[in-house]
């Protein structure tokens, strides 16, 4: 039984910040990668930034320069820090982690998601 919370979204001016994190806990031996994801109403569910176990990163070109994604491997946590805030990056944002549990009395990798923190932008 892995989870992923969230916390940290809420309410900021265009132009703002925002800090957002996930807490990965549960039944886990390790973490490879993980992710922010986003949904905005209407829209599909989309992937911002990922970050692999060794720190590489990956960004939307949409954030890109002005998110950073960063992780605590020894709290099993993972951020998002996000300046510059603008009105379309409104949405809900989701944690994921590829998370090495126990399947079946086998280690295996799940991919697991939070439930999900509201961040919304206003202009």
């Known amino acids: 039984q892995v989870q992923l919370v969230e916390s940290g979204g809420g309410l900021v001016q265009a132009g703002g910040s925002l800090r957002l994190s996930c807490a990965a806990s549960?039944?886990?031996?390790?973490?490879?990668?993980m992710g922010w994801y986003r949904q905005a109403p209407g829209k599909q569910r989309e992937l911002v930034a990922t970050i692999t176990s060794g720190g590489s990163t990956n960004y939307a070109d949409s954030v890109k320069g002005r998110f950073t994604i960063s992780r605590d491997n020894a709290k099993n946590v993972v951020y998002l820090q996000m300046n510059s805030l603008k009105p379309e990056d409104t949405a809900v944002y989701y944690c994921n982690a590829e998370v090495l549990t126990l399947v079946l009395n086998t280690r295996r990798y799940l991919e697991v998601w939070g439930q999900g923190t509201l961040v919304t932008v206003s202009s």
């Open positions: 549960g039944r886990i031996f390790s973490i490879n990668g």
